[in-house]
T-cell receptor, first 114, second 115 residues
């Protein structure tokens, strides 16, 4: 199993550009999450999904959109990139029924908006 | 409200010293889970331990140990005989029951272990 994969690893955007951060998991997890980590800070939840077709906002959703058309994929869309979106983005997945509720994290995408 | 506080922003020790990283949490739920993650300079998140709210037993894994005290809402992490490879940012996180397994992270503690 590859676990949780994210692409790209690094990206530099200009202000106003758009992009999609890709996330995929092969563990058949129904829960998926997007977090951002600003320098010197902990992770904050952007959006999450509890299954295909179901998404909801987290703590910091402004400036982002998500979709979940399949169990495996959970892309994060940035529209009109702003310098405040410079961050490291982590995708994670989790199994609803497990007793331990552990989240499995991808390697992260480092995004810089100039 | 759910909250995790890691009051120590940075800690610097010399190799072989023992070091304790503090974590204080807030939740009104009676069922919850606490986690520690390590983030080495390479940037990935490495799972270290989980503890559920009904299990207050302390745990030891090699040089790592964790002290969970519900009375003080704390879940502290001790590294015994620290090594340079322990240098990383350490995050404490809270997961509350019924929250779709969402994690609430503390701000992290950066540990620097010097030779």
């Amino acid at each position: 199993n590859a676990g949780v994969t994210q692409t790209p690893k690094f990206r530099i955007l200009k202000i106003g550009q758009s992009m999609t951060l890709q996330c995929a998991q092969d563990m058949n997890h129904n829960y998926m999450y997007w977090y951002r980590q600003d320098p010197g800070m902990g992770l904050k939840l952007i959006y999450y999904s509890v299954g295909a077709g179901i998404t909801d906002k987290g703590e910091v959703p402004n400036g982002y959109n998500v979709s979940r058309s399949t169990t495996e994929d959970f892309p994060l869309r940035l529209e009109l990139a702003a310098p405040s979106q410079t961050s490291v983005y982590f995708c994670a997945s989790s199994y609803e029924g497990g007793p331990w509720h552990e989240q499995f994290f991808g390697p992260g995408t480092r995004l810089t908006v100039l | 409200a759910q909250k995790v506080t890691q009051a120590q922003t940075e800690i610097s020790v010399v190799e072989k010293e023992d070091v304790t990283l503090d974590c204080v949490y807030e939740t009104r739920d009676t069922t919850y889970y606490l986690f520690w993650y390590k983030q080495p300079p390479s940037g990935e998140l490495v799972f270290l331990i989980r503890r559920n709210s009904f299990d207050e037993q302390n745990e030891i894994s090699g040089r790592y140990s964790w002290n969970f005290q519900k009375s003080t809402s704390s879940f502290n992490f001790t590294i015994t005989a620290s090594q340079v490879v322990d240098s990383a940012v350490y995050f404490c996180a809270l997961l509350f029951s019924g929250g779709y397994n969402k994690l609430i992270f503390g701000a992290g503690t950066r540990l620097a272990v010097h030779p």
